[in-house]
């Protein structure tokens, strides 16, 4: 069996060297290909100098190569650091600063943007560019510049990097409910038991041919590789427009699997779906938020011979649980149970587990709880904790992960969401810090206060609204141009009302709670 994540790709390439692995538009790349591509990465960081341990981000569109810089990192011995394609300069520059990256691989159209807020990117060294396009003047005078397809100097290969699985290999950044983001690191054994857990309970063979529709940033996303890979199935690299776009992909290249969260279900449950697609699609899953009960209803209507997975997961332990098809039809508001390799458990704030029933907070344990928060401790120990009082004869306690979701769990052990503890929004199956979106419109200087709501939303989940004190020269236009223009679209707000105080609590705090009572139906009274 595998143990570092580039052994996925070894293995399939010497199993099935000729089986497709990686389609994009008209490309085309068997496993012997993917293979090659990734060695020839590899050796790319290598004469770069990537020693083990050091980061190596990708801030690229759903296309080869950035499947190439993800393996290619990690048989380097380095961690790949996967950027959200669709934020902004700021944000990017703010990650490559977090986690110190030394190597960054994007187009020269993204470098362009980048290039004015990479001057405090202190520990950048190194850009490959994907494409022929120019290179800015006036970068970094630290920074190299060298192509994808240029020829670098040979190299001794992965045998002289002395990796194990415990390893860090990649670090994803995932939005907390104060402040920027946080980097969760993962480990090669997390990302391997989270592809053999999850392959093993949707039942995949190499038969199986996946679509990538979401971010690879997402740790939901980046485990269509894994799995994928696991297996030796094949992967559709695409970055849809329009929901429609998905089913005709779906039909093209006979998708046996397709991954998405609500929004992109609640779109695809009310459009027609072909024949060729009914008998190609095995299965579906979701995760980041519960699906709608109607929209579940109508895709089991439309595909009624495809097997449907609702699923649970946190970046901090990849999944958590899952509802197996057939108690879809019995339970679709449940959460499912535990993956194989997890143990969840739906505790009370002193450790001890909750009666059937009871609300509590959701904790994994096993081995695929992630290595903690890139740099932060103090975030890592609120979150990463032993569960008190289990097996206290055992001198080294072992740490699991508590959710901060509240949770229960019935009779029979299935689980039900229930909310977060915290005030994370989570919109178009994105987490949004709001205090991330509050500081963005703060340096606009066109407003006094603001505060960011997550308000339920019938098509989003949650839609983020803005209540504003607006300043002397700000009206909603100049607003909602300022928040285009900085913000990445699911990020922006969904509507902005400008007040004149807002309400402070005992400690001289922002009410968020009171706020969030006052317009938990807007959406709803907007869409009626």
């Known amino acids: ?21 990686l389609l994009h538009k008209n490309e085309v790349f068997t496993y012997s290909d993917l293979k090659f591509q990734t060695d020839q990465t590899c050796q790319k960081l290598l004469s770069l100098n990537t020693l083990p341990g050091e980061r190596v981000a990708v801030y690229l569109p759903k296309i080869p190569e950035t499947v190439f810089t ?65 290179i800015p003047e006036n970068l970094l005078p630290q920074i190299t510049i060298v192509r994808w397809h240029s020829p670098c100097a040979e190299v001794e290969t992965r045998t002289s990097v002395r990796l194990i699985d415990t390893d860090m290999a990649a670090i994803l950044y995932t939005s907390g409910s104060t402040g920027n983001p946080k980097g969760v690191v993962l480990s090669h054994r997390n990302m391997l038991t989270g592809a053999h857990s999850v392959s093993s309970y949707l039942e995949n063979t190499a038969q199986d041919c996946l679509l990538a529709v979401l971010p690879f940033s997402f740790d939901y996303g980046l485990s269509q590789l894994t799995t994928a890979f696991s297996v030796g199935a094949s992967v559709v690299l695409m970055d849809y427009l329009l929901p429609r776009d998905v089913i005709k992909a779906t039909a093209r290249f006979q998708i046996t699997g397709l991954a998405a969260v609500p929004p992109l279900w609640n779109q695809l449950a009310e459009l027609e779906w072909p024949e060729e697609t009914k008998k190609s699609l ?116 072992e740490i699991a992960v508590w959710s901060g979701d509240q949770v229960k769990k019935d009779e029979e ?68 141009q300022y928040c285009q223009k900085e913000l990445p679209n699911f990020m922006l707000p969904k509507k902005i009302i400008f007040i004149d105080t807002l309400p402070r609590n005992q400690n001289g705090k922002i009410d968020r709670k009171t706020l969030a009572t006052e317009y938990k139906d807007i959406f709803q009274e907007s869409a009626s």
Not at 1 to 20: F, G
């Open 1 to 21: 069996m595998p143990e570092l994540l580039y052994d996925l790709i070894e293995k399939q390439a010497n199993i099935t060297p000729t089986a497709n692995a």
């Open 70 to 134: 993800i393996f290619g990192t990690a048989q380097a011995g380095g961690v790949f650091v996967p950027v959200n394609p669709l934020l902004k300069p700021q944000q990017v520059s703010y990650i490559l600063k977090d986690c110190n990256v030394r190597t960054l691989v994007t187009s020269s159209d993204r470098l362009k943007l980048l290039k004015d807020t990479l001057i405090d990117c202190h520990d950048l060294r190194s850009i490959i560019l994907v494409d022929k396009g120019d």
């Open 282 to 397: 095995r299965y579906i899953t979701n995760t980041g938020g519960a699906m709608p009960v109607a929209t579940t209803h109508k895709l089991v209507k439309s595909l009624p011979t495809t097997a449907v997975y609702l699923m649970y997961g946190l970046t901090e332990a990849f999944r958590s649980t899952y509802l197996p098809p057939e108690q879809v039809a019995i339970r679709p508001e449940s959460m499912g149970k535990a993956i194989p390799n997890a143990e969840i458990l739906v505790l009370r704030e002193d450790g001890t587990e909750c009666a059937p029933g009871e609300p509590g907070e959701l904790v994994h344990r096993g081995s695929l709880v992630s290595m903690g928060y890139w740099n932060d401790p103090a975030k890592t120990a609120e979150r990463f904790k032993a569960i008190p009082n289990r097996h206290p004869e055992i001198p080294l306690t």
């Open 413 to 480: 052990g299935f689980l039900y969401f229930i909310s977060r503890k915290d005030e994370m929004i989570k919109t178009s199956g994105y987490r949004v810090s709001p205090t991330e979106v509050e500081e963005v419109l703060y340096s606009s200087s066109l407003i006094k206060e603001v505060v960011a709501l997550g308000v339920a939303h019938p098509q989003l989940g949650q839609a983020i609204l803005l209540l504003a004190i607006a300043g002397p020269d700000c009206n909603e236009r100049s607003l909602v």
